[in-house]
């Protein structure tokens, strides 16, 4: 049932389920506006985001052939138990498309899926998922071990003690539990798949496109978050100790489809990328413009880029991070 649970440390907190047909008045959440009658309204720059988030899902699912890592490990922790109903949780849910094909993967338990910002609702959802507003860096003292998968992607940028994180994703965990960790990198790779430096017009190597994601690499970094957590996670567990059996993986994905060799799926994947990264270029000015550029600099930048990134002017990877663990007995 939609309800305010006090339970949390986070303020205004909003746990709902789109499905239910209840008046409330409508409130203002993070800049959006939502109500619990299976419409939730967002700001055109949200749809946008989300959409990218969509597409980022098919692109996580193509890179790993499945909704997750560690296979063996989750399908153990969820199977089905005479005790207790098994229960996963989407820290930075997003679009909620990963929460929902869980959900529906395993409809023997129960899906929380947690973001800043309400997920967009276009129809019924199955009846074990609900998704709550909440910011992980409060952290969840109202989640003692409740959970026997845990699930965050994408979330470094906005997270601004990620080794706190993990203890929290400890504690939210039951012995015997999965945490799966997944994130791409600000940095981007050559063709020889070696990391691009930070250079300037006229200096060989130069691209736009590193230019701008280094700019906005800064940027997220000037406001807190734990952007190089990616690369850093794997170490991060090993030093925590409440996990064991802990694997990592990193995937190069070519932004646009310039290798000759690649299969039709890499294609695929590579296309997806470009137009991802076409998005998340077209979405920096805020934060950039925010930092102390010029919007004539910040406009240069994303158009130059972009110009890069459809012509295929350069070859550019991006590298994605996979990291999984179990939390100790």
Known sequence: MSSVRSGSPAPSLYSFHPSIDERLVLRSVHGRILNSQNETYMLPADVEEHQRLDLQHQIYTLMLGDL???????????????????AIFDVGTGSGSWALDMAKAFPHCNVVGVDLAPIRVTGPLPENVRFEIDDANLGFAHYRQNFDVIHARAISAGIHDFKGLLREFANALRPGGVLLLADGEMQ???????????????????????????????????????????????????????????GWNKIFV??????????PRERQMAEMMRTNTLTHINGMAPLLLSEGY????????????????????VHLYSRWNFAWAIKAA
């Not at 997750?68 to 098994?86: C, F, I, K, S």
């Not at 590193?210 to 970094?221: D, E, G, I, L, S």
């Not at 070519?254 to 299969?263: D, H, Q």
């Not at 010029?294 to 002017?313: C, D, G, N, W, Y």
């Open 294 to 313: 010029f919007p004539e600099t910040v406009e240069k930048m994303q158009r130059e880029a972009a110009i890069e990134v459809q012509s295929l002017r």
């Open 188 to 246: 981007l790779y050559d063709e020889s798949k070696e990391p691009l430096a930070a250079l300037e017009p006229g200096e060989p190597g130069f691209t736009w496109t590193q230019k701008v994601f280094f700019a906005a690499y800064n940027a997220m970094k000037n406001r807190g978050g734990c952007i190089d957590s990616p690369t850093l996670t794997p170490r991060w567990l090993q030093e925590d100790g409440h996990f064991t059996n802990i």
């Open 254 to 263: 070519p932004i646009g489809p310039w290798v000759e060799t690649a299969s």
């Open 68 to 86: 997750y890592t560690a296979p063996e490990m989750v399908h153990h922790a969820l199977r089905p138990r005479n005790d207790y109903q098994p």
